[in-house]
């Protein structure tokens, strides 16, 4: 079993910045990948940016530029760093670590923190 305690939301300004965290703990066996999701009322939860075992990343388009994802390989910490935030980046963010099994990948997920921006 994989356990993620996130932290790091809160309420900012239009403009602002937040830096989100992640610590995976427990059974963590062939670590795939290490990222973060969100999720607005009434929309569809959406991948923001993933870094892999590797250290290549992806990124959602609209936050390229602003968003900076980074992992601690021995910590198992997977950061968000959030700068220059819009109200459009409202929402609950998730942490998801995917471990490789037999049958392809298995998702963990966090219980997730609220991150709000005001205009």
Same mark, same amino acid.
């Given at each position: 079993?994989?356990?993620?305690?996130?932290?790091?939301?809160?309420?900012?300004?239009?403009?602002?910045?937040?830096?989100? *965290?992640?610590?995976?703990?427990? =059974?963590? +066996?062939? @670590?795939?990948?290490?990222?973060?999701?969100?999720?607005? #009322? !009434?929309?569809?939860?959406?991948?923001?940016?993933?870094?892999?075992?590797?250290?290549?990343?992806?990124?959602?388009?609209?936050?390229?530029?602003?968003?900076?994802? *980074?992992?601690?390989?021995?910590? =198992?910490? +997977?950061? @968000?760093?959030?700068?220059?935030?819009?109200?459009?980046? #409202? !929402?609950?963010?998730?942490?998801?670590?995917?471990?490789?099994?037999?049958?392809?990948?298995?998702?963990?997920?966090?219980?997730?923190?609220?991150?709000?921006?005001? *205009?």
């Amino acid at each position: 079993q994989v356990q993620l305690a996130e932290s790091g939301g809160g309420l900012v300004e239009s403009g602002g910045s937040l830096r989100l *965290s992640c610590a995976a703990s427990g =059974n963590i +066996v062939d @670590l795939h990948s290490m990222g973060w999701y969100r999720q607005a #009322t !009434g929309n569809l939860r959406e991948r923001v940016a993933v870094i892999r075992i590797g250290m290549s990343t992806i990124y959602e388009d609209s936050v390229k530029g602003r968003f900076t994802i *980074s992992r601690d390989s021995a910590k =198992n910490t +997977v950061y @968000l760093q959030m700068d220059n935030l819009q109200p459009e980046d #409202t !929402g609950v963010y998730y942490c998801c670590v995917e471990t490789k099994v037999a049958a392809g990948y298995r998702s963990h997920w966090g219980q997730g923190t609220q991150v709000t921006v005001s *205009s």
